[in-house]
């Protein structure tokens, strides 16, 4: 069956620090991957797609990028946070080719201080 | 536009029915579905439709959808404090690369 790996669950992180942020998916090939950001009591924007290793897409721009290293690793990224960059992050995945719904990971609760 | 809207907020008995609404776009969505996000977790596929499908009951859950007014609706029989969360709406686009349109979600909060 597939899982999704997502992590750190919280972090705390100061202005202008670095971030990385993990995800890795188990048990399906090349699958979509997705970045989104929940800010506190708000809806879900997507940050980031991916289609395949090294295919990544931007939805918004932003402080952050994303790269696709491997087949089933996602991983978020920021070289200086900013205030703003604080809230609930996701990724999630789903199979590619077909439409269907997406599984997300658990989660990881940023907070930029 | 792309935007999927729901109510921000529903309050319930415990042992009553909810329902929680939303409304979509694109009428040539292909499924719809219904994600749960319970306190600091991610989110939870709960079920969906199939859009040549107009209702769909899995066991406490009843989906709804109208194609013509572009209505979906999620019916949640006898409430329990447990099913108290977030509830995400999202549609999908066809073409592309399987894209999701969620909505800003409905917190549903059920007292005793």
């Known amino acids: 069956s597939q899982t999704i790996h997502q992590w750190p669950a919280t972090l705390v992180q100061p202005v202008g620090s670095p971030l990385s942020l993990e995800c890795t998916v188990e048990?399906?090939?090349?699958?979509?991957l997705y970045w989104y950001r929940q800010a506190a009591g708000r809806g879900l924007q997507l940050l980031f797609y991916?289609?395949?290793?090294?295919?990544i897409s931007s939805e918004v721009p932003q402080n952050l990028s994303a790269s696709r290293p491997q087949d089933r690793q996602f991983i978020l990224s920021s070289k200086k946070l900013l205030l703003s960059d604080s809230g609930f992050y996701l990724c999630?995945?789903?199979?590619?080719?077909?439409?269907?719904?997406?599984?997300f990971g658990s989660g990881t609760r940023l907070t930029v201080v | 536009g792309e935007d999927v809207e729901q109510s921000l907020f529903l309050s319930v008995r415990e042992g009553d029915s909810s329902v929680i609404n939303c409304t979509y776009t694109?009428?040539?969505?292909?499924?719809l579905y219904w994600y749960k996000q319970e306190p600091g977790a991610g989110l939870q596929l709960l079920t969906y439709?199939?859009?040549?499908?107009d209702m769909k009951q899995d066991q406490r859950l009843t989906v709804l959808l109208n194609k013509k007014d572009k209505h979906l609706s999620l019916r949640i029989a006898d409430t329990q404090t447990g099913d108290s969360a977030i509830y995400f709406c999202?549609?999908?686009?066809?073409?592309?690369?399987?894209?999701?349109?969620f909505g800003a979600g409905t917190r549903l909060a059920v007292h005793p």
């Open positions: 694109d009428s040539s969505s292909t499924y």
């Open positions: 999202a549609e999908s686009k066809p073409g592309g690369y399987n894209k999701l349109i």
């Open positions: 439709i199939f859009s040549n499908m």
């Open positions: 048990g399906t090939s090349n699958p979509n």
């Open positions: 999630a995945w789903s199979p590619s080719g077909i439409a269907g719904g997406y599984t």
């Open positions: 991916s289609v395949g290793i090294g295919q």
